[in-house]
T-cell receptor, first 114, second 115 residues
Framework: AQSVAQPEDQVNVAEGNPLTVKCTYSVSGNPYLFWYVQYPNRGLQFLLK??????LVKGSYGFEAEFNKSQTSFHLKKPSALVSDSALYFCAVRDMEYGNKLVFGAGTILRVKS | DAGITQSPRYKITETGRQVTLMCHQTWSHSYMFWYRQDLGHGLRLIYYSAAADITDKGEVPDGYVVSRSKTENFPLTLESATRSQTSVYFC??????????????FGSGTQLSVL
């Protein structure tokens, strides 16, 4: 079965510094990977996805993610963090057995301090 | 452009009662999903539907029932609510898409408390 792991419950970073939110995956076959963000009392919002092609995927709000097949990782990155980036971030992988079903990680809280 | 809406936003009920959470989308997306969000577990899939009258179980379907008589609606029913079903419930939808999958659009969630 497909799965993703987010090893950090929380990431703290100062405003203006680069940020990384980690995700590793376990899949059979080619992985289809996603990042979503959840702001307080809101539903999840799509940030970006990796299907195939370039290992660096660019998404919304200045975020990007680096796909690394040898390390089975798909880390979310941003060159310069904003306080408004503070939110809960989820990595997800598509389960190829069930159409568009996504399997989510447990989530990582990102706190950006000014 | 309402998108995907869930109701109610908050619900308090008692153990043993039947509760129905509503989900409505205006995009005519083929796929619809119900997830529950619990601390430490992220989001877990309860049920999903690939089209009207087609539903299937996810990871944690026990105690839940769904139906999809119309493409735009996907209600979730807790037949006899238990305290373990206290959670935040999210409905989502997506287009049918092709290989690789399409992104999911999420509702704002229903916060359910079972006393």
């Amino acid at each position: 079965a497909q799965s993703v792991a987010q090893p950090e419950d929380q990431v703290n970073v100062a405003e203006g510094n680069p940020l990384t939110v980690k995700c590793t995956y376990s899949v059979s076959g080619n992985p289809y990977l996603f990042w979503y963000v959840q702001y307080p009392n809101r539903g999840l919002q799509f940030l970006l996805k990796y299907i195939t092609g370039d290992n660096l995927v660019k998404g919304s709000y200045g975020f990007e993610a680096e796909f690394n097949k040898s390390q089975t990782s798909f880390h979310l990155k941003k060159p310069s963090a904003l306080v408004s980036d503070s939110a809960l971030y989820f990595c997800a992988v598509r389960d190829m057995e069930y159409g568009n079903k996504l399997v989510f990680g447990a989530g990582t809280i990102l706190r950006v301090k000014s | 452009d309402a998108g995907i809406t869930q109701s109610p936003r908050y619900k308090i009920t008692e153990t043993g009662r039947q509760v129905t959470l509503m989900c409505h989308q205006t995009w005519s997306h083929s796929y619809m999903f119900w997830y529950r969000q619990d601390l430490g577990h992220g989001l877990r899939l309860i049920y999903y539907s690939a089209a009207a009258d087609i539903t299937d179980k996810g990871e944690v379907p026990d105690g839940y029932v769904v139906s999809r008589s119309k493409t735009e609606n996907f209600p979730l029913t807790l037949e006899s609510a238990t305290r373990s079903q206290t959670s935040v419930y999210f409905c989502a939808s997506s287009e049918a898409g092709t290989v690789g999958g399409e992104k999911l659009f999420f509702g704002s969630g229903t916060q359910l408390s079972v006393l």
